[in-house]
């Protein structure tokens, strides 16, 4: 029995259900294997060049911003205006996952993001400041809103196919966004200090369009929607046990992307290095989540996610501590390039402990609480941790915009890590309470087993 079957108390037959449907075309638990991996295969490269052009300019477009007299604050907005659209866009998705193609969503985003890429590629001519600034915002909105379709459809997807193993296809689905994550800033760098500013985005644009005619012949139509018999999603938005597990995810979120609009001009003043050097931090960041996500979500399927989660609360918060470093940490460690990478590597490995049993406790808690799961509450629930991710990405940019103006970059991320150790205390007092509530839940289902089995003695006796 798979870690996944025993955090739904033994009802194995609750999780297979996510992906039984009436007889449609689309059924995955029908689909012919190479149809399977196909479709998987495309919905990770969707999700890659996606998030590939969402921190594409994460890099550079400081600098570039600099240049032409536009503070890091207005850039710090500029780059979370799309996590900040991907927060209203993934519930209204799940919506759309009810009724629609999820092959047809998949293929009108990445279509819409191409488009929206290649307008933003020809900014680099627009002279006046402050409609640059206005049509930067607009055309990032675009790309927040295409996103965030691709996000969620790729998650209710992945889940819907391989049911048994949501726990390591959700790795490796956070693989691929953060190999985008990894990779596109330092190609973004590489792009705009060796070619120019319209080449830095045409190419991805060109990328991604190619992922849109590729996904028109490899991908299957998964059949998402809700039928009749499933019944409706209760309590999701008003359940805290639900929510928080997306709440620790997008504030780990936040950790990871408050330094991102800083790093270049740290880098810059504290080492003499420039936006190439920060490309690469960002890549040594985010590859020990390339590196161990897989085995971890293999791990998180075989035991508890709750361990996992509960040993990022007492890691994230203490690494993040020593990123200034902190002035509490000076007697034992000094700034440098070896400090720097390092704890940038050590937070990245951390991101996965916090992030990816987020998904698969929220299920467990609904199972636990209602005993099923209907499509609805999975594509609801689903669609609520995607949103989480730019959540965080939004808040932590915006934060580092703020916090920037008045404090150093130790400062800064002495202030964070110091909220993280208050949010750790949050999480131990949400592990109690889980706990709590499966031990009450079990104490009823045994009640009720014992007061059927006296009941049916009855009965008995009185025949």
Not at 317 to 337: A, N, R
Not at 392 to 416: P, R
């Amino acid at each position: 029995m798979s870690g996944y079957d025993r955090i739904d108390n033994g009802r194995a037959e609750d999780t297979e259900s996510l992906s039984s449907s009436s007889s449609s075309a689309g059924n995955s638990g029908i689909l012919p294997l190479r149809w399977k991996i196909s479709t998987f295969v495309m919905m990770n490269l969707s999700l890659f060049v996606s998030y590939g052009l969402f921190s594409l300019p994460g890099s550079f477009l400081p600098l570039y911003n600099l240049e032409r007299n536009i503070p890091i604050s207005t850039t710090g907005i500029i780059l979370g205006a799309v996590p900040f659209c991907y927060i209203f866009i993934c519930p209204l998705v799940a919506k759309c996952l009810d009724r629609y193609s999820s092959k047809n969503l998949l293929l009108l985003s990445t279509g819409l993001i191409s488009l929206v890429t290649f307008a933003y590629s020809t900014l680099g001519y627009v002279k006046h400041k402050t409609l640059y600034i206005t049509l930067s915002l607009i055309l990032r909105v675009c790309q927040g809103i295409t996103g965030g379709v691709v996000d969620v459809v790729a998650f209710t997807v992945t889940a819907k196919m391989f049911p048994s193993n949501i726990a390591l296809t959700t790795a490796v689905v956070e693989t691929s966004l953060n190999c985008a994550i990894a990779t596109s800033p330092y190609i973004g760098a590489l792009l705009y200090e060796n070619v120019n500013f319209l080449l830095a985005f045409v190419a991805p644009a060109a990328a991604i369009f190619v992922v849109f005619l590729t996904s028109i012949v490899c991908v299957k139509d998964i059949d998402c929607r809700t039928s009749d018999t499933d019944g409706v999603s209760q309590g999701v938005f008003t359940d805290p046990l639900i929510i928080f597990p997306a709440w620790h995810c997008a504030f780990s979120q936040t950790l990871l992307n408050f330094y991102i609009p800083i790093l270049a001009a740290y880098t810059t003043v504290e080492f003499g290095q420039g936006a190439v050097f920060a490309g690469i931090c960002l890549l040594v960041n985010t590859a020990g989540i390339i590196i161990l996500a897989p085995f971890l979500g293999q791990l998180m399927d075989m035991f508890s996610p709750y361990i996992f989660f509960i040993i990022s609360a007492f890691t994230l918060p203490v690494t993040y501590l020593f990123l200034g470093p902190s002035h509490f940490f000076l007697g034992l460690v000094q700034p440098s390039i070896t400090q720097l990478l390092v704890v940038l590597a050590l937070i990245g490995l951390e991101m996965c402990l916090a992030c990816f049993p987020s998904l698969i406790i929220m299920y467990d808690i609904y199972k636990v609480r209602y005993r099923k799961m209907p499509q609805s509450a999975q594509n609801l629930i689903t669609s609520i941790y995607c949103a989480s991710f730019p959540v965080g990405a939004f808040a932590g940019a915006v934060s580092s915009g703020i916090l920037s103006q008045y404090l150093t970059f130790a400062q800064s991320t002495m202030v964070m890590g110091l909220i993280a150790v208050a949010e750790s205390c949050l999480l131990f007092a949400y592990c109690f309470a889980v706990r709590s509530l499966k031990y009450r839940t079990k104490n009823c289902e045994e009640g009720s087993s014992i007061m059927a089995s006296v009941t049916d003695m009855e009965v008995h006796d009185n025949q």
